[in-house]
């Protein structure tokens, strides 16, 4: 918000997507008008109280933000988002698919090429064309993320009695990859896992917990930072593909051809892209589920949680 109004009186529309079962409230909101501090956020995101998801899209015109004004002329909209509990976060992977998908669905957008503003820089969006009668979310969408960065430092993830080094890979947010022997390892995980040092990560990683299924074909569980586990994370395959790739000694910088890795998660399938300047692409669908209203009560500024 930028300092326009504190308070709802009337009710706010919102939609609920996902995107390979990433699932997230959208709150269209061009002109930067709605108040959404943590305590909102988390009350919107609560699976019993509110609406549900791992996390809020928040879309506003870049231009009607301060953290997007610079990026206007490059990138009309700006993918405000934000976890569960109401962190902020650099970047969402299926996130931003599904945020081109409201795009497209409210008629900003047709598919194409489109440029969305993120906290971790502007991204190019290929909203594939559907096919004559296939319905309105049907067709991937591709997202070009930019380039993984592999932190030297490394954390060591441990779950109960099972301790795991980790490849450090940052999409613009940070994950640390652990290659497992079984998904189940990694247990319920219904706390986060602790990391060691946890110096390296002030501010929280989210975890990737990886086996093999096949040549460049892995599948993977994730503990995102301030959602906890989730049925996909986009950046986390990102991040997984490219420690994979490391792993089994392929670098598409050196080799100068492009590798795709398959990445299996709880609620679907990305295919992951590493072309030779670095550039890593994620390819997977994003579909909107539904659209209503939001109850004032639950915009209201107060950490009262609702009964
Ligand atoms: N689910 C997202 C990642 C969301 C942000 C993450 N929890 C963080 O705090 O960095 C994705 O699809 O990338």
């Given at each position: 918000?930028?300092?326009?109004?504190t308070s709802?009186?009337?009710?706010v529309?919102?939609?609920?997507?996902?995107?390979?079962?990433?699932?997230?409230?959208?709150v269209?909101?061009?002109?930067?008008?709605?108040?959404?501090?943590a305590?909102?956020?988390?009350?919107?995101c609560?699976?019993?109280?509110g609406?549900?998801?791992?996390?809020?899209?928040?879309v506003?015109?870049?231009?009607a933000?301060?953290e997007?004004?610079?990026?206007?002329?490059?990138?009309?909209?700006?993918m405000?988002y934000r976890?569960?509990d109401?962190?902020?976060?650099?970047?969402c992977?299926?996130?931003?698919?599904?945020?081109a998908?409201?795009?497209?669905?409210?008629?900003h957008?047709?598919?194409?090429?489109?440029?969305?503003?993120?906290r971790?820089g502007?991204?190019t969006?290929?909203i594939?064309k559907?096919?004559?009668?296939s319905?309105?979310?049907?067709?991937?969408?591709?997202?070009s993320?930019?380039r993984?960065?592999l932190?030297g430092?490394?954390?060591?993830?441990?779950?109960?009695?099972?301790?795991?080094?980790?490849q450090?890979?940052?999409?613009?947010?940070?994950?640390a990859?652990?290659f497992?022997e079984?998904?189940?390892?990694a247990g319920n995980?219904?706390?986060?896992p602790?990391?060691?040092?946890?110096?390296?990560?002030?501010?929280?990683?989210?975890?990737e917990?990886?086996?093999?299924?096949g040549?460049?074909?892995?599948?993977m569980?994730v503990?995102?930072?301030?959602?906890?586990?989730?049925r996909?994370?986009g950046?986390?395959?990102?991040?997984?593909?490219v420690?994979?790739?490391?792993?089994?000694?392929?670098?598409p910088?050196a080799?100068?051809?492009?590798?795709?890795?398959t990445?299996?998660?709880?609620?679907?399938?990305?295919?992951?892209?590493?072309?030779?300047d670095?550039?890593?692409?994620?390819?997977?669908p994003?579909?909107?589920?539904a659209?209503g209203?939001?109850?004032?009560?639950?915009?209201?500024?107060?950490?009262?949680?609702?009964?």
């Open positions: 918000m930028d300092g326009v109004s709802q009186t009337s009710a529309p919102f939609l609920k997507g996902h995107g390979t079962e990433n699932d997230f409230v959208i269209p909101d061009p002109d930067n008008v709605i108040d959404l501090p305590s909102v956020v988390g009350r919107l609560d699976r019993r109280a609406i549900g998801g791992d996390g809020l899209l928040h506003v015109r870049s231009a933000h301060p997007a004004r610079a990026m206007a002329d490059e990138a009309a909209w700006f405000d976890n569960a109401g962190s902020i976060a650099e970047m992977g299926n996130g931003v698919r599904v945020f998908r409201y795009l497209q669905r409210a008629g957008v047709e598919s194409g090429d489109l440029a969305v503003a993120t971790g502007v991204k969006v290929h594939a559907a096919a004559p009668d319905g309105a979310d049907a067709g991937d969408i591709t997202v993320m930019g993984a960065a932190p430092q490394t954390v060591t993830v441990t779950v109960q009695e099972h301790s795991w080094p980790t450090n890979v940052n999409m613009g947010n940070p994950h990859v652990a497992v079984h998904l189940d390892d995980l219904y706390a986060e602790s990391f060691s040092p946890a110096a390296v990560y002030p501010d929280g990683v989210n975890i917990f990886v086996v093999d299924r040549e460049r074909h892995v599948a569980r503990h995102e930072r301030g959602s906890g586990e989730t996909s994370c950046t986390g395959a990102c991040a997984v593909a420690a994979a790739a490391r792993r089994d000694g392929i670098d910088a080799t100068g051809v492009p590798v795709t890795y990445v299996d998660l709880p609620g679907g399938r990305l295919m992951i892209t590493e072309r030779p670095g550039e890593v692409e994620m390819t997977g994003a579909v909107i589920v659209e209203y939001i109850e004032p009560a639950l915009l209201a500024q107060t950490e009262t949680p609702l009964g």
